[in-house]
C-alpha cells in the first residue's frame, strides 16, 4: 500500500501530495489521527484529505485509514527474491512460489475492493443493455486477456478478447455507451494500448485498466484496478504480474456471477452437460 501511495505521488494535486506525504511519513499515526489533525498537519482541508483517499482507490477515509493499520501492523513483508542462473531446481521452485503467495497477500491487504465493486458492477450490467464485454492484452498481458475472454463467456456474456494492436484500435472504434473494455497491462506504458483507451473512452464504453500504479494507463481509464509488485522487466519471463492479473480477473469473474445469480445455473448445467460427450468416461 505504501509502495502504491510513493508511485502514485506524482500524478496527484500538489495538495494531495501533501497528504501522501503524510502518509508516507508515518503512516500509523496517520490511522490513528481524526480528519482534523490530518488536515492541519498536511496544511489542507479535510475535503481534501478525504479526497486523497478515493484518488487512491478508497471508498473514503474510513475505508483509508481501515486498509492502512492492516498494512502496517499486520501487512505481509514482500521480498522479492527474484532467480540466478546458478539456481537449483529447488531454489527456484521456492522462489517462485514465494514471490507468488507474497504478492497475492499482499494484494489482499491493498486491494481496493470499491474499485473491484465499481467494475463487476459495469461488467454485470452490460446483458441488460444487449452491449459487450472486450477484453485488450499484448504479450503476456493478451494471455490474460484470452483467458478473461473465455471466463466471462462462460457466463453466457457477449465478450471477446484482442492482443493485436490494430484490431483493439478497430474494434475500440465501434464501441458504444453501456460497452465494456478491459485493458491489462504489466508496465501500463504500452502505446497500442494506451491508443484504445483513449478511443474507447471517447466512444463511451466503460474503461477497466488493470495496470501498475503511476502509469500512464492508470490514469486513462474510469476505473483502475491496481497491479502493483517489484517485479522488473529485464528478467526473464514474467511471473508475478501475469499471475496477479489473472487473480484479478478471477475475483471479476466470481463476483460477476454472483450478481448475476440463479439466472445463471441452467446455462452452467446445460453446458456441463453438453461437454460430456468431450471425455471419456
Same mark, same amino acid.
Given at each position: 500500500?505504501?509502495?502504491?501511495?510513493?508511485? *502514485?505521488?506524482?500524478?496527484?494535486?500538489?495538495?494531495?501530495?501533501?497528504?501522501?506525504?503524510?502518509?508516507?511519513?508515518?503512516?500509523?499515526?496517520?490511522?490513528?489521527? /481524526?480528519?482534523?489533525?490530518?488536515?492541519? $498537519? =498536511?496544511?489542507? !482541508?479535510?475535503?481534501?484529505?478525504?479526497?486523497?483517499? $478515493?484518488? @487512491?482507490?478508497? &471508498?473514503?477515509?474510513?475505508?483509508?485509514?481501515?486498509?492502512?493499520?492492516?498494512?502496517? !501492523?499486520?501487512?505481509?513483508?514482500?521480498?522479492?527474491? !527474484?532467480?540466478?542462473?546458478? &539456481?537449483?531446481? *529447488? &531454489?527456484?521452485?521456492?522462489?517462485?512460489?514465494?514471490?507468488?503467495?507474497?504478492?497475492?497477500?499482499? +494484494?489482499?491487504?491493498?486491494?481496493?475492493?470499491?474499485?473491484?465493486?465499481?467494475?463487476?458492477?459495469?461488467?454485470?450490467?452490460?446483458?441488460?443493455?444487449?452491449?459487450?464485454?472486450?477484453? +485488450?492484452?499484448?504479450?503476456? *498481458?493478451?494471455?490474460?486477456?484470452?483467458?478473461?475472454?473465455?471466463?466471462?463467456?462462460?457466463?453466457?456474456?457477449?465478450?471477446?478478447? +484482442?492482443?493485436?494492436?490494430?484490431?483493439?484500435? %478497430? =474494434?475500440?472504434? %465501434?464501441?458504444?455507451?453501456?460497452?465494456?473494455?478491459?485493458?491489462?497491462?504489466?508496465?501500463?506504458?504500452?502505446? &497500442?494500448? @494506451?491508443?484504445?483507451?483513449?478511443?474507447?473512452?471517447? #466512444?463511451?464504453?466503460?474503461?477497466?485498466?488493470?495496470?501498475?500504479?503511476?502509469?500512464?494507463?492508470?490514469?486513462?481509464?474510469?476505473?483502475?484496478?491496481?497491479?502493483?509488485?517489484?517485479?522488473?522487466?529485464?528478467? +526473464?519471463?514474467?511471473?508475478? !504480474? #501475469?499471475?496477479?492479473?489473472?487473480?484479478?480477473?478471477?475475483?471479476?469473474?466470481?463476483?460477476?456471477?454472483? $450478481? %448475476?445469480?440463479?439466472?445463471?445455473? /441452467?446455462?452452467?448445467?446445460? @453446458?456441463?452437460?453438453?461437454?460430456?460427450?468431450? $471425455?471419456?468416461?
Amino acid at each position: 500500500m505504501l509502495e502504491r501511495i510513493k508511485a *502514485s505521488l506524482p500524478s496527484l494535486a500538489p495538495a494531495e501530495q501533501r497528504v501522501g506525504k503524510l502518509v508516507l511519513a508515518d503512516p500509523r499515526a496517520f490511522a490513528n489521527l /481524526p480528519v482534523s489533525e490530518l488536515a492541519d $498537519r =498536511s496544511h489542507v !482541508s479535510k475535503p481534501t484529505v478525504v479526497r486523497f483517499c $478515493r484518488s @487512491m482507490g478508497y &471508498d473514503g477515509l474510513s475505508d483509508f485509514k481501515l486498509k492502512l493499520a492492516g498494512s502496517v !501492523s499486520e501487512g505481509v513483508p514482500f521480498i522479492h527474491r !527474484s532467480v540466478d542462473v546458478d &539456481d537449483k531446481t *529447488s &531454489d527456484i521452485a521456492v522462489k517462485v512460489i514465494d514471490n507468488t503467495v507474497a504478492a497475492f497477500l499482499k +494484494y489482499r491487504n491493498d486491494a481496493s475492493f470499491f474499485a473491484l465493486e465499481h467494475a463487476a458492477k459495469a461488467l454485470a450490467e452490460t446483458p441488460t443493455s444487449h452491449r459487450r464485454i472486450e477484453f +485488450y492484452g499484448v504479450g503476456n *498481458s493478451g494471455i490474460v486477456a484470452q483467458d478473461a475472454q473465455h471466463k466471462f463467456f462462460r457466463l453466457g456474456l457477449n465478450t471477446i478478447a +484482442y492482443s493485436d494492436g490494430h484490431m483493439q484500435v %478497430m =474494434s475500440a472504434s %465501434m464501441l458504444q455507451a453501456g460497452d465494456c473494455v478491459v485493458i491489462i497491462s504489466n508496465s501500463g506504458r504500452t502505446r &497500442d494500448l @494506451m491508443d484504445a483507451c483513449d478511443i474507447a473512452r471517447k #466512444r463511451g464504453a466503460t474503461t477497466i485498466v488493470i495496470t501498475a500504479s503511476g502509469s500512464p494507463l492508470a490514469s486513462a481509464g474510469h476505473i483502475h484496478l491496481t497491479a502493483d509488485h517489484p517485479e522488473g522487466y529485464d528478467k +526473464y519471463s514474467p511471473m508475478v !504480474s #501475469r499471475l496477479l492479473h489473472l487473480l484479478i480477473i478471477d475475483i471479476l469473474a466470481t463476483t460477476v456471477a454472483l $450478481r %448475476m445469480g440463479e439466472q445463471l445455473q /441452467p446455462l452452467l448445467r446445460d @453446458m456441463k452437460n453438453n461437454l460430456r460427450s468431450k $471425455r471419456y468416461t
